[in-house]
């Protein structure tokens, strides 16, 4: 019977070579898990970049509203701003991680919202522009120039387009607000007027009138067309070439007629034959028969119904026929020939007689006065003329007595320093008198030497009515 050890034979070479692979598995597997970390961290850094960078484009989109808000404190940009700048930083953050499906597209939408805050002020200021330019045409309603409000069919609509253009230009109060539309496949900021939203574009074919699909429409200058052609009706000056002067032709033959002037003085002239200047074979004629005819047929209503016409107005939205065109083209030279050119050639001027003065008119007045109120009957003695003198205003007489008796009669006193004896007349007194309170010296002679009913002629005299 054989005998066997019971103990298990272990191969040591080959358990160390064992764990030597493990050991190496495991340190790749570390470096590997390393690799692995520091590659997501370099991937999350540069998707860090990339969102800080979309956030600083998107702060820097915000600032450029922020300024057009700035100078329009009372601006409401809507949610429309808001949720295309969120758009952008996704776009953004896509095109630079390589995870959108088409950059070309996003790169050029990106591009659109950057240019959404410029388009927002520039078309602010090009709105205000216009409204401004449509308040000074409503300043101008039914004149050359000037908004034709009757074209409008519904004038309360138009009203109303009307203050919601001005609240949008900060000129009325009121909601003021952008919003962001597509238009032709870009986006654009749009404004609102009213339950409306417009885009710079649709707003200015709105205001450019019915022709362009709006509502507010001008009614033509013609003014500058009108003074052209006046020119035509004009020669030089034979005495200065360097001056125009109507053509003789126009007026010679006529009769002669007078009128006056505001200054009352007489204007003798010439009247013009318009009958003359709407020949046929006239230039100025030809020229303004051609300016009517190239009015558009909404400008030649406007203009028509406005300007020209004082009934039977044309119908706004419908095309003139041919009886309304010869109509209005008749009615437009009239209008040119009537209104431009000289109507009147002045031939003799008669100057108005002189009108007194204020200070001629008073003096006119005090002469009369005092001429009624002295009267030589009350200037028999010197106490007689003192007493009247006094009555008149004149305050400080000059008395002299020759003698020192006591019952001595006054022989003299001094009115402005002329005297007053007892031997003179009362004539003579008088004008001394009237020259003292500041008439002239003819005058006064002239009053005092007219007749009255007295018999005061004689200093001697010494009752009236008797001569001693």
Not at 123 to 132: K, P, R, S
Not at 360 to 365: D, G, N, T
Not at 447 to 457: A, G, P, V
Request: aromatic share 8%.
């Amino acid at each position: 019977m054989s005998y066997r050890n019971p103990k298990q034979f272990v191969d040591t070479q080959s358990g160390q070579h064992y764990r030597n692979l493990i050991n190496s598995v495991v340190k790749t597997g570390d470096e590997l898990a390393k690799d692995i970390i520091r590659q997501n961290a370099e991937v999350a850094k540069r998707n860090n970049d990339i969102i800080t960078k979309a956030e600083e484009k998107e702060e820097q989109i915000l600032g450029r509203f922020g300024n057009v808000t700035a100078g329009n404190p009372s601006f409401n940009f809507g949610e429309g701003f808001e949720y295309y700048i969120n758009q952008y930083s996704d776009l953004n953050i896509a095109v630079d991680t390589g995870k959108s499906e088409n950059p070309v597209a996003a790169r050029r939408r990106m591009a659109e919202i950057e240019q959404l805050p410029v388009m927002a002020k520039d078309g602010l200021a090009g709105l205000i522009e216009m409204t401004e330019d449509l308040i000074e045409k409503a300043d101008r309603r039914g004149q050359m120039g000037g908004l034709d409000l009757s074209s409008m069919v519904d004038p309360k609509e138009g009203t109303s387009d009307l203050e919601a253009l001005l609240i949008m230009a900060d000129q009325l109060r009121g909601n003021r607000s952008f919003d962001i539309v597509e238009e032709n496949g870009k986006l654009v900021p749009a404004y609102t007027l009213g339950d409306r939203k417009m885009t710079y574009t649709q707003i200015q074919n709105y205001l450019a009138g019915p022709e362009s699909g709006g509502l507010f429409n001008s009614i033509p200058d013609e003014t500058t067309s009108y003074t052209e052609a006046a020119k035509l009706a004009m020669v030089p000056d034979p005495n200065d070439p360097q001056k125009q002067i109507l053509n003789p032709k126009y007026y010679e033959n006529q009769p002669i007629q007078t009128r006056l002037d505001d200054k009352g003085n007489t204007i003798q002239f010439q009247q013009v034959n318009i009958n003359m200047l709407k020949n046929p074979s006239e230039p100025i004629y030809q020229t303004l028969k051609a300016d009517a005819a190239s009015l558009s047929n909404t400008d030649k209503i406007s203009f028509y119904n406005n300007i020209l016409a004082t009934e039977n107005q044309f119908q706004y939205g419908k095309l003139l026929n041919k009886e309304e065109e010869e109509m209005f083209i008749e009615a437009y030279v009239d209008y040119g020939l009537n209104n431009y050119v000289q109507q009147q050639h002045q031939v003799g001027f008669i100057k108005a007689p002189e009108q007194p003065t204020k200070t001629e008119v008073e003096y006119q007045e005090k002469l009369e006065n005092l001429e009624e109120r002295i009267q030589a009957s009350d200037l028999f003695t010197l106490e007689e003329t003192i007493a009247l003198a006094r009555s008149l205003g004149i305050k400080q007489l000059d008395e002299v007595f020759e003698s020192d008796d006591e019952d001595a009669k006054l022989d003299t006193i001094k009115v402005g320093g002329r005297e007053i004896t007892k031997d003179m007349t009362p004539a003579q007194k008088k004008k001394i008198i009237l020259m003292g309170l500041g008439i002239k010296e003819e005058d006064a002679e002239n009053i005092s030497q007219k007749k009255e009913n007295t018999q005061f002629d004689s200093p001697t005299t010494q009752y009236k009515g008797f001569t001693l």
